[in-house]
DNA sequence: GTCTATACGGTGATAGAC
DNA sequence: GTCTATCACCGTATAGAC
Protein backbone atom coordinates (compact mmCIF):
# COMPACT_ATOMS: atom_id res chain seq x y z
CA UNK A 1 0.00 0.00 0.00
CA UNK A 2 1.50 3.20 -1.38
CA UNK A 3 1.36 6.41 0.51
CA UNK A 4 -0.43 7.99 -2.58
CA UNK A 5 -3.18 4.82 -1.90
CA UNK A 6 -3.39 5.63 1.28
CA UNK A 7 -4.41 9.13 0.94
CA UNK A 8 -7.04 8.72 -1.28
CA UNK A 9 -8.68 5.95 0.36
CA UNK A 10 -8.46 8.12 3.70
CA UNK A 11 -9.48 11.22 1.84
CA UNK A 12 -12.86 9.55 0.54
CA UNK A 13 -13.88 7.80 3.71
CA UNK A 14 -13.49 11.58 5.46
CA UNK A 15 -15.38 13.45 2.56
CA UNK A 16 -18.31 10.69 2.57
CA UNK A 17 -18.23 10.66 6.22
CA UNK A 18 -18.79 14.48 5.90
CA UNK A 19 -21.13 14.36 3.03
CA UNK A 20 -23.62 11.43 4.46
CA UNK A 21 -23.66 13.35 7.91
CA UNK A 22 -24.81 16.55 6.05
CA UNK A 23 -27.19 14.61 2.90
CA UNK A 24 -28.34 11.55 4.85
CA UNK A 25 -27.71 8.35 2.40
CA UNK A 26 -30.22 8.73 0.17
CA UNK A 27 -29.90 12.45 -0.04
CA UNK A 28 -25.81 11.87 -0.72
CA UNK A 29 -24.27 11.68 -4.20
CA UNK A 30 -21.14 10.12 -4.96
CA UNK A 31 -20.24 12.64 -7.21
CA UNK A 32 -20.14 15.16 -4.50
CA UNK A 33 -18.07 12.30 -2.15
CA UNK A 34 -15.67 12.28 -5.31
CA UNK A 35 -15.61 16.35 -5.45
CA UNK A 36 -14.61 16.69 -2.00
CA UNK A 37 -12.34 14.03 -1.83
CA UNK A 38 -10.72 15.65 -4.88
CA UNK A 39 -10.60 12.49 -7.09
CA UNK A 40 -13.66 10.90 -9.07
CA UNK A 41 -16.33 8.62 -9.18
CA UNK A 42 -14.30 5.66 -10.54
CA UNK A 43 -11.92 5.68 -7.19
CA UNK A 44 -15.16 5.56 -4.97
CA UNK A 45 -15.86 2.32 -7.06
CA UNK A 46 -12.05 1.16 -7.56
CA UNK A 47 -11.63 1.56 -3.29
CA UNK A 48 -14.88 0.25 -1.99
CA UNK A 49 -17.23 -1.41 -4.86
CA UNK A 50 -20.77 0.26 -4.13
CA UNK A 51 -22.38 3.29 -2.45
CA UNK A 52 -23.34 0.99 0.52
CA UNK A 53 -19.99 -0.89 1.29
CA UNK A 54 -18.27 2.96 1.39
CA UNK A 55 -21.62 3.86 3.79
CA UNK A 56 -21.19 0.83 5.84
CA UNK A 57 -17.55 1.66 6.35
CA UNK A 58 -17.66 5.12 7.47
CA UNK A 59 -20.96 3.68 9.61
CA UNK A 60 -19.26 1.08 11.50
CA UNK A 61 -16.23 3.41 12.63
CA UNK A 62 -18.53 6.18 13.93
CA UNK A 63 -20.19 3.67 15.77
CA UNK A 64 -17.35 2.26 17.22
CA UNK A 65 -15.84 5.80 18.05
CA UNK A 66 -18.80 7.73 19.15
CA UNK A 67 -21.53 5.59 20.41
CA UNK A 68 -19.76 2.06 21.71
CA UNK A 69 -17.90 4.21 24.45
CA UNK A 70 -21.27 6.10 25.37
CA UNK A 71 -22.96 1.98 25.83
CA UNK A 72 -19.83 1.44 27.47
CA UNK A 73 -19.92 3.88 30.55
CA UNK A 74 -23.62 2.31 31.65
CA UNK A 75 -22.16 -1.32 31.51
CA UNK A 76 -18.95 -0.33 33.32
CA UNK A 77 -19.65 -2.72 36.58
CA UNK A 78 -16.77 -0.46 38.35
CA UNK A 79 -18.41 2.90 38.19
CA UNK A 80 -21.66 2.93 40.75
CA UNK A 81 -25.17 4.59 39.31
CA UNK A 82 -23.92 8.37 40.41
CA UNK A 83 -20.83 7.86 38.31
CA UNK A 84 -22.40 6.45 35.32
CA UNK A 85 -24.76 9.21 35.11
CA UNK A 86 -22.49 12.18 35.58
CA UNK A 87 -19.31 10.69 33.11
CA UNK A 88 -22.43 9.77 30.81
CA UNK A 89 -24.29 12.87 30.46
CA UNK A 90 -20.04 14.65 30.18
CA UNK A 91 -18.81 12.46 27.94
CA UNK A 92 -22.19 12.54 25.83
CA UNK A 93 -22.04 16.02 25.58
CA UNK A 94 -18.58 16.10 24.66
CA UNK A 95 -19.14 13.56 21.71
CA UNK A 96 -22.08 15.17 20.34
CA UNK A 97 -20.62 18.93 20.47
CA UNK A 98 -17.83 17.75 18.40
CA UNK A 99 -19.99 15.81 15.76
CA UNK A 100 -23.37 17.86 16.11
CA UNK A 101 -24.81 16.63 13.11
CA UNK A 102 -24.20 12.79 14.06
CA UNK A 103 -27.08 11.94 16.46
CA UNK A 104 -29.84 12.51 14.14
CA UNK A 105 -27.81 11.10 11.13
CA UNK A 106 -27.34 7.70 13.28
CA UNK A 107 -31.53 7.70 13.80
CA UNK A 108 -32.06 8.13 10.36
CA UNK A 109 -30.13 5.83 8.88
CA UNK A 110 -31.20 3.11 11.66
CA UNK A 111 -34.66 3.50 11.23
CA UNK A 112 -34.64 3.07 7.26
CA UNK A 113 -32.28 -0.03 7.22
CA UNK A 114 -33.07 -1.31 11.12
CA UNK A 115 -31.46 -5.35 10.78
CA UNK A 116 -28.80 -4.22 8.47
CA UNK A 117 -27.44 -1.36 10.97
CA UNK A 118 -28.11 -3.55 13.94
CA UNK A 119 -25.54 -6.07 12.89
CA UNK A 120 -23.13 -3.69 12.30
CA UNK A 121 -23.55 -2.33 15.59
CA UNK A 122 -23.68 -5.92 17.37
CA UNK A 123 -20.15 -6.39 15.62
CA UNK A 124 -19.05 -3.55 17.54
CA UNK A 125 -20.63 -3.59 20.86
CA UNK A 126 -22.85 -6.41 21.65
CA UNK A 127 -25.64 -5.61 23.35
CA UNK A 128 -27.22 -8.88 24.67
CA UNK A 129 -25.00 -11.52 26.44
CA UNK A 130 -25.97 -14.05 23.25
CA UNK A 131 -24.87 -11.75 20.64
CA UNK A 132 -21.29 -13.08 20.45
CA UNK A 133 -20.35 -15.64 22.38
CA UNK A 134 -16.50 -15.25 22.43
CA UNK A 135 -16.83 -11.81 23.39
CA UNK A 136 -15.63 -10.77 26.92
CA UNK A 137 -19.07 -11.06 28.83
CA UNK A 138 -20.96 -7.78 28.85
CA UNK A 139 -23.74 -6.94 30.96
CA UNK A 140 -26.07 -5.02 28.93
CA UNK A 141 -27.62 -3.74 31.89
CA UNK A 142 -25.34 -3.05 34.51
CA UNK A 143 -27.18 0.46 34.67
CA UNK A 144 -30.37 -0.76 35.18
CA UNK A 145 -29.40 -4.08 37.39
CA UNK A 146 -27.76 -1.27 39.49
CA UNK A 147 -30.63 1.29 39.30
CA UNK A 148 -33.14 -1.66 40.55
CA UNK A 149 -30.78 -2.72 43.66
CA UNK A 150 -30.82 0.49 44.89
CA UNK A 151 -34.33 0.95 44.65
CA UNK A 152 -34.94 -2.23 46.32
CA UNK A 153 -32.53 -1.35 49.28
CA UNK A 154 -34.12 2.08 49.69
CA UNK A 155 -31.18 4.11 48.66
CA UNK A 156 -33.64 5.52 45.50
CA UNK A 157 -37.20 6.81 45.03
CA UNK A 158 -39.19 3.20 45.36
CA UNK A 159 -41.12 4.42 42.52
CA UNK A 160 -38.17 4.45 39.78
CA UNK A 161 -38.45 2.35 36.84
CA UNK A 162 -34.88 1.47 35.78
CA UNK A 163 -35.98 1.28 31.83
CA UNK A 164 -37.70 4.18 31.78
CA UNK A 165 -35.00 6.22 33.68
CA UNK A 166 -32.56 5.15 31.00
CA UNK A 167 -34.77 5.91 28.16
CA UNK A 168 -35.19 9.57 29.93
CA UNK A 169 -31.65 10.28 30.37
CA UNK A 170 -30.76 9.34 26.91
CA UNK A 171 -33.85 11.39 25.44
CA UNK A 172 -32.58 14.38 27.73
CA UNK A 173 -29.32 13.93 26.49
CA UNK A 174 -30.09 13.74 22.61
CA UNK A 175 -32.68 15.74 22.13
CA UNK A 176 -31.27 19.50 21.77
CA UNK A 177 -29.09 17.77 19.20
CA UNK A 178 -31.44 15.93 17.02
CA UNK A 179 -34.21 18.87 16.88
CA UNK A 180 -31.20 21.98 16.80
CA UNK A 181 -33.55 23.86 14.79
CA UNK A 182 -36.87 23.60 16.54
CA UNK A 183 -35.16 24.23 19.88
CA UNK A 184 -32.86 27.82 18.45
CA UNK A 185 -35.81 28.89 16.76
CA UNK A 186 -38.30 28.48 19.63
CA UNK A 187 -35.76 30.26 22.12
CA UNK A 188 -34.18 32.84 19.68
CA UNK A 189 -30.64 31.95 20.46
CA UNK A 190 -27.95 32.92 18.33
CA UNK A 191 -25.15 30.03 17.01
CA UNK A 192 -23.32 31.06 20.31
CA UNK A 193 -26.17 31.25 23.00
CA UNK A 194 -26.73 27.34 21.83
CA UNK A 195 -23.25 26.76 22.50
CA UNK A 196 -23.67 28.04 26.18
CA UNK A 197 -26.98 26.80 26.24
CA UNK A 198 -25.43 22.71 25.33
CA UNK A 199 -22.38 23.61 27.94
CA UNK A 200 -24.98 24.50 30.63
CA UNK A 201 -27.22 21.71 30.00
CA UNK A 202 -24.86 19.25 30.80
CA UNK A 203 -24.97 19.53 34.34
CA UNK A 204 -29.04 20.36 34.32
CA UNK A 205 -29.00 17.22 32.83
CA UNK A 206 -27.34 15.57 35.42
CA UNK A 207 -29.43 17.37 38.27
CA UNK A 208 -32.74 16.51 36.77
CA UNK A 209 -31.81 12.46 36.57
CA UNK A 210 -30.72 13.41 40.19
CA UNK A 211 -33.69 14.75 41.00
CA UNK A 212 -35.80 11.74 39.42
CA UNK A 213 -33.76 9.27 40.76
CA UNK A 214 -32.60 10.09 44.09
CA UNK A 215 -34.43 10.97 47.42
CA UNK A 216 -34.82 14.35 48.33
CA UNK A 217 -32.93 14.73 51.12
CA UNK A 218 -29.87 12.60 48.81
CA UNK A 219 -30.00 14.91 46.25
CA UNK A 220 -29.84 17.72 48.56
CA UNK A 221 -26.69 16.60 49.74
CA UNK A 222 -25.32 15.99 46.45
CA UNK A 223 -26.78 19.33 45.33
CA UNK A 224 -24.33 20.81 48.19
CA UNK A 225 -21.56 19.73 47.83
CA UNK A 226 -21.28 18.29 44.09
CA UNK A 227 -18.82 16.06 45.53
CA UNK A 228 -19.55 12.81 43.90
CA UNK A 229 -16.57 10.94 43.19
CA UNK A 230 -16.54 9.98 40.06
CA UNK A 231 -13.79 8.08 38.41
CA UNK A 232 -13.54 8.84 34.40
CA UNK A 233 -11.19 5.76 33.18
CA UNK A 234 -13.18 6.90 30.10
CA UNK A 235 -11.99 10.37 29.33
CA UNK A 236 -8.45 11.87 29.45
CA UNK A 237 -8.83 13.29 32.61
CA UNK A 238 -9.27 11.33 36.09
CA UNK A 239 -11.18 13.84 38.73
CA UNK A 240 -13.94 14.16 41.31
CA UNK A 241 -17.54 15.70 40.06
CA UNK A 242 -16.81 19.34 41.20
CA UNK A 243 -18.06 22.62 40.17
CA UNK B 1 -63.81 20.00 -9.07
CA UNK B 2 -65.53 16.56 -9.71
CA UNK B 3 -65.69 13.78 -7.25
CA UNK B 4 -63.29 11.65 -9.29
CA UNK B 5 -60.81 14.93 -9.07
CA UNK B 6 -61.03 14.64 -4.92
CA UNK B 7 -60.51 11.17 -5.34
CA UNK B 8 -57.31 11.41 -6.90
CA UNK B 9 -55.56 14.23 -5.38
CA UNK B 10 -56.56 13.17 -2.15
CA UNK B 11 -55.28 9.64 -2.92
CA UNK B 12 -51.83 11.54 -4.30
CA UNK B 13 -51.88 13.11 -0.90
CA UNK B 14 -52.22 9.73 1.11
CA UNK B 15 -49.55 7.70 -0.85
CA UNK B 16 -47.29 10.35 -0.56
CA UNK B 17 -47.29 11.16 2.99
CA UNK B 18 -46.83 7.33 3.63
CA UNK B 19 -43.80 7.37 1.35
CA UNK B 20 -42.72 11.12 2.31
CA UNK B 21 -42.78 9.46 6.12
CA UNK B 22 -41.05 6.03 5.00
CA UNK B 23 -38.06 6.99 3.14
CA UNK B 24 -37.90 10.98 3.37
CA UNK B 25 -37.57 13.14 0.96
CA UNK B 26 -34.46 12.47 -0.85
CA UNK B 27 -35.46 8.88 -0.66
CA UNK B 28 -38.69 9.48 -1.81
CA UNK B 29 -39.40 8.26 -5.64
CA UNK B 30 -42.19 10.04 -7.43
CA UNK B 31 -42.59 6.73 -8.86
CA UNK B 32 -43.32 5.11 -5.71
CA UNK B 33 -46.02 7.77 -4.67
CA UNK B 34 -47.72 7.35 -8.15
CA UNK B 35 -47.99 3.27 -7.75
CA UNK B 36 -49.03 3.77 -3.90
CA UNK B 37 -51.56 6.34 -5.27
CA UNK B 38 -53.08 3.46 -8.02
CA UNK B 39 -51.99 6.38 -10.62
CA UNK B 40 -49.40 7.38 -12.73
CA UNK B 41 -46.25 9.84 -12.33
CA UNK B 42 -48.25 12.75 -15.18
CA UNK B 43 -50.82 12.99 -12.50
CA UNK B 44 -48.43 13.57 -9.13
CA UNK B 45 -47.20 16.57 -11.84
CA UNK B 46 -50.67 17.72 -13.07
CA UNK B 47 -52.19 18.27 -9.42
CA UNK B 48 -49.22 19.02 -7.61
CA UNK B 49 -45.83 20.73 -10.47
CA UNK B 50 -43.23 19.28 -8.34
CA UNK B 51 -41.96 16.74 -5.69
CA UNK B 52 -41.02 19.92 -3.94
CA UNK B 53 -44.38 21.25 -3.83
CA UNK B 54 -46.31 17.91 -3.32
CA UNK B 55 -43.89 17.86 0.12
CA UNK B 56 -44.86 21.44 0.87
CA UNK B 57 -48.30 20.46 0.82
CA UNK B 58 -48.29 17.45 2.71
CA UNK B 59 -45.76 19.17 5.64
CA UNK B 60 -47.82 21.90 6.27
CA UNK B 61 -51.11 19.78 6.54
CA UNK B 62 -49.04 17.19 8.00
CA UNK B 63 -47.89 20.17 10.99
CA UNK B 64 -51.22 21.98 11.41
CA UNK B 65 -52.49 18.92 12.64
CA UNK B 66 -49.88 16.98 14.94
CA UNK B 67 -47.62 20.03 16.18
CA UNK B 68 -49.48 23.13 15.90
CA UNK B 69 -51.57 21.51 18.97
CA UNK B 70 -49.10 20.29 21.05
CA UNK B 71 -47.38 23.56 21.02
CA UNK B 72 -50.80 25.32 21.69
CA UNK B 73 -51.06 23.01 24.81
CA UNK B 74 -47.77 24.43 25.90
CA UNK B 75 -48.74 28.12 25.22
CA UNK B 76 -52.68 28.07 26.92
CA UNK B 77 -52.46 30.85 29.68
CA UNK B 78 -55.67 29.47 30.98
CA UNK B 79 -53.85 25.95 32.12
CA UNK B 80 -51.54 26.21 34.79
CA UNK B 81 -48.47 23.81 34.33
CA UNK B 82 -49.39 21.07 36.10
CA UNK B 83 -52.47 20.78 33.58
CA UNK B 84 -49.51 22.03 30.58
CA UNK B 85 -47.73 18.79 31.17
CA UNK B 86 -50.11 16.44 32.06
CA UNK B 87 -52.00 17.54 28.76
CA UNK B 88 -49.35 17.87 26.93
CA UNK B 89 -48.05 14.31 27.86
CA UNK B 90 -50.61 12.00 27.10
CA UNK B 91 -51.55 14.20 23.84
CA UNK B 92 -48.16 13.56 22.62
CA UNK B 93 -48.16 9.98 23.13
CA UNK B 94 -51.52 9.44 21.62
CA UNK B 95 -50.72 11.62 18.77
CA UNK B 96 -47.41 9.92 18.01
CA UNK B 97 -48.25 6.22 18.80
CA UNK B 98 -51.06 6.61 15.80
CA UNK B 99 -48.04 8.37 13.96
CA UNK B 100 -44.72 6.87 15.15
CA UNK B 101 -42.93 8.02 12.19
CA UNK B 102 -43.70 11.42 12.22
CA UNK B 103 -40.96 12.62 14.65
CA UNK B 104 -38.12 11.50 13.27
CA UNK B 105 -39.31 12.28 9.39
CA UNK B 106 -39.90 15.84 10.57
CA UNK B 107 -36.81 16.54 12.65
CA UNK B 108 -34.16 14.76 9.45
CA UNK B 109 -36.75 17.31 7.11
CA UNK B 110 -36.03 20.40 9.06
CA UNK B 111 -32.60 19.67 9.38
CA UNK B 112 -31.93 19.10 5.48
CA UNK B 113 -34.13 22.64 4.97
CA UNK B 114 -34.31 24.34 7.60
CA UNK B 115 -35.69 28.02 6.67
CA UNK B 116 -37.52 26.77 3.94
CA UNK B 117 -39.87 24.17 6.10
CA UNK B 118 -39.86 27.09 9.77
CA UNK B 119 -41.58 29.44 7.26
CA UNK B 120 -44.14 26.65 6.49
CA UNK B 121 -44.23 26.33 10.11
CA UNK B 122 -44.39 29.74 10.98
CA UNK B 123 -47.25 30.08 8.69
CA UNK B 124 -49.23 27.65 10.57
CA UNK B 125 -47.98 28.48 14.33
CA UNK B 126 -46.77 31.86 15.15
CA UNK B 127 -43.74 30.82 17.39
CA UNK B 128 -42.22 34.63 17.93
CA UNK B 129 -45.00 37.32 18.80
CA UNK B 130 -43.12 39.22 15.64
CA UNK B 131 -43.28 36.39 13.10
CA UNK B 132 -47.22 37.30 11.81
CA UNK B 133 -48.63 41.10 13.69
CA UNK B 134 -51.96 40.65 12.75
CA UNK B 135 -52.36 36.78 14.05
CA UNK B 136 -54.01 37.05 17.75
CA UNK B 137 -51.25 37.47 20.20
CA UNK B 138 -49.87 34.40 21.32
CA UNK B 139 -47.26 34.10 23.93
CA UNK B 140 -44.37 31.61 22.69
CA UNK B 141 -43.65 31.47 26.67
CA UNK B 142 -46.68 31.14 28.61
CA UNK B 143 -45.25 27.72 29.69
CA UNK B 144 -41.86 29.04 30.71
CA UNK B 145 -43.01 32.44 32.27
CA UNK B 146 -45.91 30.19 34.93
CA UNK B 147 -42.67 27.77 35.61
CA UNK B 148 -40.22 30.96 36.09
CA UNK B 149 -42.83 32.67 38.18
CA UNK B 150 -43.05 29.59 40.10
CA UNK B 151 -39.78 29.53 41.18
CA UNK B 152 -39.47 32.87 42.36
CA UNK B 153 -42.90 32.00 44.38
CA UNK B 154 -41.22 29.27 45.90
CA UNK B 155 -43.73 26.95 44.82
CA UNK B 156 -41.42 24.75 42.68
CA UNK B 157 -37.65 24.24 43.15
CA UNK B 158 -35.21 26.89 43.07
CA UNK B 159 -33.24 25.22 41.04
CA UNK B 160 -35.20 24.67 38.11
CA UNK B 161 -34.30 26.47 34.74
CA UNK B 162 -37.47 26.46 33.06
CA UNK B 163 -36.14 26.63 29.73
CA UNK B 164 -34.10 23.20 30.18
CA UNK B 165 -37.33 22.03 31.88
CA UNK B 166 -39.38 22.53 28.54
CA UNK B 167 -36.42 21.19 26.59
CA UNK B 168 -36.03 17.53 29.16
CA UNK B 169 -40.00 17.01 28.68
CA UNK B 170 -39.91 17.21 25.44
CA UNK B 171 -36.84 15.27 24.92
CA UNK B 172 -38.11 12.29 27.45
CA UNK B 173 -41.40 12.81 25.29
CA UNK B 174 -40.11 12.26 21.45
CA UNK B 175 -36.72 9.77 22.13
CA UNK B 176 -39.21 6.91 22.09
CA UNK B 177 -40.05 7.58 19.00
CA UNK B 178 -37.03 8.84 17.24
CA UNK B 179 -34.93 5.57 18.45
CA UNK B 180 -37.72 3.26 18.57
CA UNK B 181 -34.97 0.58 16.73
CA UNK B 182 -32.26 1.11 19.44
CA UNK B 183 -34.75 1.20 22.77
CA UNK B 184 -36.41 -2.02 21.01
CA UNK B 185 -33.10 -3.82 20.66
CA UNK B 186 -31.57 -2.51 24.05
CA UNK B 187 -34.53 -4.00 25.94
CA UNK B 188 -35.38 -6.88 23.31
CA UNK B 189 -39.31 -5.97 23.33
CA UNK B 190 -41.03 -7.37 21.08
CA UNK B 191 -43.93 -5.35 19.17
CA UNK B 192 -46.44 -5.61 21.62
CA UNK B 193 -44.24 -4.78 24.70
CA UNK B 194 -42.92 -1.87 22.90
CA UNK B 195 -46.46 -0.64 22.45
CA UNK B 196 -47.20 -1.41 26.31
CA UNK B 197 -43.94 0.33 27.32
CA UNK B 198 -44.82 3.47 25.11
CA UNK B 199 -48.40 3.45 26.85
CA UNK B 200 -47.02 3.06 30.50
CA UNK B 201 -44.22 5.95 29.84
CA UNK B 202 -47.20 8.42 29.85
CA UNK B 203 -47.21 8.40 33.41
CA UNK B 204 -43.34 7.86 33.60
CA UNK B 205 -42.80 11.09 31.94
CA UNK B 206 -45.59 13.09 33.85
CA UNK B 207 -43.68 11.47 36.84
CA UNK B 208 -40.28 12.13 35.89
CA UNK B 209 -41.17 15.93 35.13
CA UNK B 210 -43.07 16.35 38.47
CA UNK B 211 -40.28 15.29 40.01
CA UNK B 212 -37.74 17.72 38.38
CA UNK B 213 -40.36 20.57 39.07
CA UNK B 214 -42.26 20.25 42.08
CA UNK B 215 -40.73 20.66 45.90
CA UNK B 216 -40.80 17.04 47.31
CA UNK B 217 -44.07 17.76 49.57
CA UNK B 218 -45.83 18.90 46.81
CA UNK B 219 -45.05 16.06 44.50
CA UNK B 220 -45.87 13.73 47.29
CA UNK B 221 -49.38 14.95 47.83
CA UNK B 222 -50.09 14.26 44.07
CA UNK B 223 -48.36 11.43 43.60
CA UNK B 224 -50.66 9.78 46.94
CA UNK B 225 -54.02 11.31 45.11
CA UNK B 226 -53.27 11.71 41.44
CA UNK B 227 -55.37 14.78 41.52
CA UNK B 228 -54.26 17.38 39.48
CA UNK B 229 -57.65 19.26 38.16
CA UNK B 230 -56.64 19.47 33.80
CA UNK B 231 -59.15 20.50 31.58
CA UNK B 232 -58.19 18.96 28.42
CA UNK B 233 -60.12 21.07 25.58
CA UNK B 234 -57.66 19.61 23.56
CA UNK B 235 -58.48 15.84 23.72
CA UNK B 236 -61.93 14.20 23.11
CA UNK B 237 -62.76 14.21 27.06
CA UNK B 238 -63.02 16.17 30.14
CA UNK B 239 -61.58 15.00 33.02
CA UNK B 240 -59.41 15.19 35.74
CA UNK B 241 -55.92 13.30 36.29
CA UNK B 242 -56.71 10.11 38.29
CA UNK B 243 -54.87 6.44 37.68
C1' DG C 1 -60.87 19.85 -16.66
C1' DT C 2 -58.82 15.09 -16.44
C1' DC C 3 -55.84 11.92 -17.92
C1' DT C 4 -52.34 9.23 -21.28
C1' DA C 5 -48.27 8.63 -24.14
C1' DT C 6 -43.89 9.68 -24.97
C1' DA C 7 -39.70 11.79 -24.33
C1' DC C 8 -35.92 14.87 -22.70
C1' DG C 9 -31.86 16.25 -20.11
C1' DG C 10 -29.37 14.89 -16.26
C1' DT C 11 -27.18 11.79 -13.13
C1' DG C 12 -26.97 7.57 -10.46
C1' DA C 13 -24.11 3.21 -9.90
C1' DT C 14 -21.44 -0.02 -11.95
C1' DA C 15 -18.69 -3.01 -15.66
C1' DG C 16 -15.01 -3.76 -18.19
C1' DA C 17 -11.11 -2.37 -21.36
C1' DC C 18 -6.71 -0.53 -20.95
C1' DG D 1 -4.95 2.79 -10.99
C1' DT D 2 -7.53 5.33 -14.87
C1' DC D 3 -10.89 6.16 -18.38
C1' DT D 4 -14.91 5.13 -21.46
C1' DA D 5 -19.24 3.19 -21.90
C1' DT D 6 -23.59 1.84 -20.45
C1' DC D 7 -27.85 1.43 -18.69
C1' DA D 8 -31.56 2.35 -15.43
C1' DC D 9 -34.06 5.74 -13.57
C1' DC D 10 -34.66 10.36 -11.74
C1' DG D 11 -37.81 14.67 -11.97
C1' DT D 12 -40.01 17.22 -15.35
C1' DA D 13 -42.27 18.79 -19.67
C1' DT D 14 -45.56 18.81 -23.37
C1' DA D 15 -48.81 17.44 -26.91
C1' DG D 16 -53.04 15.86 -27.31
C1' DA D 17 -57.13 12.33 -26.45
C1' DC D 18 -61.35 12.18 -23.95
Known sequence: MTKQEMNTEQKIKEAARRV???DGFAGARMQTVADEAGTNKMM??????????????IFEEDYKELIAPLGAILRNPELHVEE???TFVRRYHETMMAHPKFPLFMMHEFSKNPQRLLDLAKKVMPVSKDDEPDHPKLSATTFMDQVDQGVREGKYNEDVDSSHLAVSLTGMCIYPFVSRIGVQSAYQFTDEQYQEFLEKRKEEVISHTFRIL???????LWKDSKQ???KTDFGKQKESVSK
Chains 1, 2 share one sequence.
Open 84 to 86: QIV
Open 44 to 57: LHYYFRSKHQLFDV
Open 20 to 22: FRR
Open 214 to 220: MKPEYYQ
Open 228 to 230: VPV
